[in-house]
C-alpha cells in the first residue's frame, strides 16, 4: 500500500480507497490541474504477470474510449517505475451492494436499471462487452446517479478497436475461457462459449432480480452449485412485483440468447414504459370518454374454426369444422346466429379481396404434429362459382391491393419462402414462418418466426419489400394469429408472453409492445377491418394421449395435463413418453414419462422428445434441450444422466439405432434443409449424414438398423443404409406415413392422415400386400384436428396415438 505523499508521475496519494484481484485505488491529487481524482493501480505483487498486466492495460483503454454520464470517466493512463495506473474521476456515494441490505423500491429499481442500461448501451455500441457486471462494479453517487466500474474483464467485439497484434486479438476471441463472476454470470459465459451483449442483458436481469427481491436468484453454497443452476434451474417466481416488471426480468433472464431482449436498448425501453404507468403492467388505459368495448358472438356450432376474414360487404367467411363433419367454408352475416354454406367443402379461407373475390386453400390439412399447414391456393367469387387453382403446397396467402397477385408463404425444397407475387422471393429460411400479412401501404411485411418446426411459440417480425428485418419482438410460448391496425401503426398479434392466457398483443414499427386486451384463455386473431372491427376466437384446446390394446375396445387416455403430446411408446408398450407444452409448464416444454397402467407420470426434464425417444431396451431417454441443440440422455430407471454434444442447427426428431449406441436423426445445418443424419452417442458432437434425400414427414428405423422407411409425397420411400439407394415401397399409397418396421422386418405399419378417423395398414416391403390392421377413431370426434402421432409396439398388440381438440367460438369486437 502507498502512503500519504508518495507520488505516481504528477499524482500526489491522499489516502486509500479500496483494493480488490485487479488493483489498489487511491484518492489522489493531480497537481497539474488541482482537482482530486481516484488512481488505480496494479499491485507490485502482479506487476510480473503478463496476463494481469494485459488485462489492466485493456480495461484502461476500454473505459477511456467511452463516454457517458453512466460510465466512470477515465483521465489518463500511464506507468510509474514500471507500475501501470488508471487515472479517473474521484466519486463520493457507495458501491451498489450497500443498498441492497433488504428490497429496493420499484421505483428506484427501474431509475437504477435504466441508468445501468444507458452505460451498457454507451458500451456495447463500441463493441464492448462488460463481462463482469455485479453490484461492486456499479456506484451509486450522492446525488442518485450511476456509474459503471472496473472493464476489467471487458470482452471486445472488434478487438481491432484497440490492438492490431495477434496477442490481443486472440485473448479477447478464444471461447472456453470462464471469467467473471459466477452468481452474476450468463449461461454462455458458464460455458465457456463467446459471448456478446447479450450476456450482459442476463447479468442486468440477475441484478434487477436481487434489487427487487434482496436475494439473488441463483444463489447456492458453492459457486458450482450456482453455476449449474444459472444452467439448469428457473428462479424463484418474483411474488407480489408489477406483471410487467416481473416478465420483463423474466424475458431477461431467458437461458437462450436468442430469447433475451436483443439489446439492452429493448431492456431499457421496456423499463421505461414501466416507468411511465407507474409500473404496473404495460396494458393500454383507456380514456374516460372512450366507449367501453363490446364483442358479438357469430358462431355457436360446437366444433373448430381454422381462419376467418372480413368481406367488404359487412360478413364474415371462414373455414370450419362442425361436429363430426369435415373442413368447410361459411359465411355469417349481422341479420342472425346462423350462417350459410359457401358450397366449398374440405376448403379454408386464406383472404378476401376489395372486389370479394376469396382466396382458399383446398385440402388444407396440418403437416406432422405441429400448426404448419399445407393446400391448394385456388380463387372463388365470394358469390359461388368454382374454384381455380392457383398453386400447390401453399401455407398462406393474402391478395395484393389491387386484387391481381397475391403474397403467399410455402415451402420449397426444404426453405420457407414469403414470395410476391407468386415466384419473387422476397424472404426465404429454413425455419417454420406462418401469418405473413402486408401492410396497408404493402411496403412492410410481418410474419410469425417460429423457433422449433410446427411449434407456435414465435416472434413477431417486420420486413421490408427487399426482405430486410426492420422489427423482431420478443418470443411468446403461443402464438395464433397477427393482423395490422387500419393504419398500418402497428401489427397486433394473440400471444402467451406469461402462464395467464394468450392474450391481444401489439408491436409497433419501433419494437414496442403492449398488452391490447389481457385474456384468462386462448384467443387467436384472425382480422382486423378497415374500420376497425377484429375478428377474434376464444378457444378451449387440449393435446391428449390415448393407448389400447389391438382387439379390445377399452382405450386409456394418459394425458397429464392440458397439452400432452405423444413422443413415444417402449417396444413392450409398458409406457409412453410425452411433452407437457403449454401453461401448466409455462410455456416451457417438460418430458414426462407415465406407464400404461395408469400410474401417476414423471417428470423427466425440461426439453423436446420427438419422433421416439426411447432406447430399443427401454432404459434411456434422448431429450433436446439448450440452444445450440444438444442432446440429454436420462435413465428411465436409476442412475445418471449425460450429455451428448451435436453440431446441428435444427433438430426435428430422432430414434435410437438398434445398439443403443448411435442415433438417427432428422435435422440440418444452418441454412440448410433437413436431412436425416447419425450421431455416435460417445464420438466428437459431428453427425454423419446418411442421405441426400431431403426429409420434411416421418421415419422409421427397421430393428437390423439397416432400412430407413420415411414419407413421402408419392409414398413410403425405403432408403437402405447398406447401398444408399432409395426406393418407393411396394404397395404404398400416396399419403401413407410410415409408423414402425414389424418385429421381423418384413413389414411395415403405415397410415394416412385423415381428420377424425386413422386406418392403419400392415404393408409387407416385399410383396406389396397391403392387410388393414385396425382403424383408430376417438368416440368423440368434435374439434378433432387430427389423429396424430400414432406408435404401435413391434409385435403388433399394443398402440398409442394423440390428438388435438379445438373447440372455437368466433367474436367480432369493437371499440378495442
Request: hydrophobic share 40%; charged share 25%; with cysteine.
Amino acid at each position: 500500500m502507498l502512503s500519504a505523499g508518495a507520488k505516481i508521475a504528477h499524482y500526489e496519494i491522499i489516502a486509500p480507497i479500496g483494493a480488490g484481484g485487479m488493483g489498489e485505488v487511491y484518492r489522489a491529487h493531480d497537481t497539474h490541474i488541482r482537482r482530486d481524482v481516484a488512481l488505480k493501480i496494479l499491485p507490485t505483487t502482479l506487476v510480473s504477470d503478463p496476463d494481469r498486466i494485459h488485462r489492466f492495460e485493456k480495461e484502461a483503454m476500454a473505459a477511456g474510449m467511452l463516454n457517458h454520464p453512466n460510465v466512470l470517466m477515465v483521465f489518463d493512463v500511464g506507468s510509474h517505475d514500471g507500475t501501470p495506473f488508471i487515472v479517473s474521476e474521484l466519486l463520493e456515494g457507495t458501491v451498489l451492494r450497500e443498498h441492497l441490505r433488504g428490497r429496493v423500491p420499484v421505483k428506484k429499481v427501474i431509475d437504477y436499471t435504466l441508468q445501468i442500461a444507458n452505460g451498457l448501451a454507451a458500451a456495447h455500441e463500441k463493441g464492448i462487452v462488460h463481462r463482469d457486471l455485479k453490484p461492486e462494479n456499479v456506484f451509486v453517487l450522492n446525488d442518485g446517479r450511476l456509474k459503471l466500474l472496473d472493464f476489467g474483464l471487458v470482452k471486445l467485439l472488434h478487438p481491432d478497436l484497440l490492438d492490431s497484434g495477434s496477442h490481443t486479438q486472440q485473448f479477447v476471441t478464444t471461447p472456453g475461457i470462464v471469467m467473471g463472476t459466477a452468481r452474476y454470470m450468463s449461461p454462455e459465459q458458464i460455458r465457456g462459449e463467446t459471448v456478446d451483449h447479450r450476456s450482459d442483458i442476463f447479468s442486468l436481469g440477475i441484478l434487477v432480480y436481487e434489487m427487487l427481491t434482496g436475494v439473488q436468484p441463483f444463489r447456492h453454497d458453492s459457486g458450482v452449485e450456482t453455476m449449474n443452476a444459472i444452467l439448469h434451474e428457473d428462479p424463484p417466481p418474483l411474488g407480489d412485483v408489477p406483471l410487467g416488471l416481473a416478465h420483463i426480468v423474466g424475458h431477461a433472464l431467458e437461458k437462450n440468447p436468442l430469447h433475451r431482449f436483443q439489446s439492452v436498448k429493448d431492456f431499457g425501453f421496456a423499463m421505461e414504459a414501466l416507468s411511465g404507468s407507474d409500473a404496473h403492467p404495460a396494458v393500454t388505459t383507456r380514456p374516460a370518454d372512450r366507449a367501453l368495448a363490446s364483442y358479438r358472438r357469430i358462431t355457436f356450432r360446437r366444433g373448430f374454426i381454422m381462419s376467418a376474414r372480413f368481406a367488404p360487404d359487412g360478413s364474415v367467411v371462414y373455414g370450419a369444422a362442425w361436429e363430426d363433419h369435415p373442413l368447410e367454408l361459411f359465411s355469417s352475416f349481422q341479420t342472425g346466429p346462423e350462417s350459410r354454406p359457401l358450397g366449398l367443402p374440405d376448403a379454408d379461407v386464406l383472404s378476401v379481396s376489395a372486389s370479394g373475390e376469396l382466396a382458399v386453400s383446398l385440402g388444407r390439412k396440418y403437416i406432422g404434429v405441429g400448426f404448419a399447414t399445407t393446400g391448394t391456393l385456388a380463387r372463388v367469387p365470394l358469390g359461388g362459382g368454382a374454384p381455380r387453382r392457383v398453386c400447390d403446397d401453399v401455407q398462406e396467402a393474402q391478395w395484393t391491393a389491387d386484387g391481381r397477385n397475391f403474397l403467399i408463404i410455402r415451402r420449397v425444397e426444404g426453405f420457407y419462402r414469403i414470395e410476391s407475387p407468386i415466384g419473387h422471393v422476397i424472404y426465404k429460411t429454413p425455419s417454420w414462418i406462418s401469418r405473413a400479412r402486408f401492410s396497408p401501404d404493402e411496403q412492410l411485411i410481418a410474419f410469425m418466426d417460429h423457433p422449433v418446426w410446427g411449434d407456435d411459440s414465435g416472434t413477431v417480425v417486420i420486413i421490408d419489400r427487399e426482405g430486410k428485418v426492420k422489427v423482431r419482438g420478443d418470443n411468446c410460448f403461443s402464438s395464433s394469429g397477427l393482423a395490422w391496425t387500419p393504419r398500418g401503426q402497428e401489427v397486433w398479434f394473440a400471444g402467451e408472453v406469461t402462464s395467464r392466457g394468450r392474450d391481444l398483443m401489439s408491436i409497433d414499427l419501433s419494437g414496442n409492445v403492449r398488452t391490447v386486451l389481457p385474456t384468462p384463455g386462448r384467443l387467436t386473431l384472425h382480422d382486423i377491418a378497415p374500420d376497425g372491427r377484429v375478428l377474434l376466437a376464444m378457444e378451449s384446446a387440449r393435446r391428449e394421449a390415448v393407448v389400447g390394446h389391438l382387439g379390445e375396445t377399452q382405450e386409456r387416455n394418459l394425458s397429464w395435463f392440458d397439452w400432452s403430446r405423444l413422443s413415444g411408446l417402449s417396444r413392450d408398450g409398458s409406457f409412453i413418453v410425452f411433452e407437457e407444452q403449454a401453461s401448466a409448464v409455462q410455456g416451457k416444454n417438460t418430458v414426462f414419462l407415465r406407464y400404461t397402467d395408469g400410474a401417476p407420470a414423471i417428470r423427466m426434464s425440461e426439453g423436446r422428445a420427438r419422433g421416439n425417444p426411447i432406447s430399443p431396451d427401454g432404459q434411456w431417454l434422448a431429450i433436446v434441450a439448450g440452444s445450440p441443440p444438444e442432446f440429454q440422455l436420462h435413465p428411465t430407471g436409476a442412475g445418471d444422466s449425460r450429455t451428448v454434444r451435436c453440431d446441428l442447427a435444427e433438430i426435428t426428431g430422432w430414434q435410437f439405432f438398434p445398439d443403443a449406441r448411435r442415433l438417427l436423426i432428422l435435422g440440418n445445418h444452418a441454412g440448410t434443409s433437413k436431412q436425416l443424419f447419425e450421431l455416435a452417442i460417445e464420438g466428437d458432437g459431428v453427425a454423419r449424414p446418411l442421405t441426400n434425400a431431403v426429409v420434411s414427414g416421418s421415419f422409421t428405423l427397421s430393428h437390423d438398423g439397416r432400412m430407413i422407411a420415411t414419407g413421402a409425397d408419392q409414398g413410403v420411400m425405403l432408403n437402405s443404409l447398406d447401398d444408399g439407394k432409395n426406393r418407393l415401397a411396394p404397395g404404398c399409397k400416396a399419403g401413407d406415413l410410415p409408423i414402425e418396421w414389424t418385429d421381423d422386418d418384413s413389414a411395415l405399419f403405415v397410415y394416412e392422415r385423415t381428420r377424425g378417423t386413422l386406418r392403419i395398414v400392415r404393408l409387407d416391403v416385399t410383396s406389396g400386400e397391403r392387410r388393414e390392421w385396425t382403424a383408430i377413431r376417438p368416440g368423440d370426434p368434435a374439434g378433432i384436428l387430427d389423429v396424430m402421432p400414432v406408435h404401435i409396439t413391434p409385435d403388433g398388440q399394443t398402440y398409442a396415438y394423440g390428438y388435438r381438440r379445438f373447440l372455437s367460438d368466433l367474436f367480432i369486437g369493437t371499440d378495442l
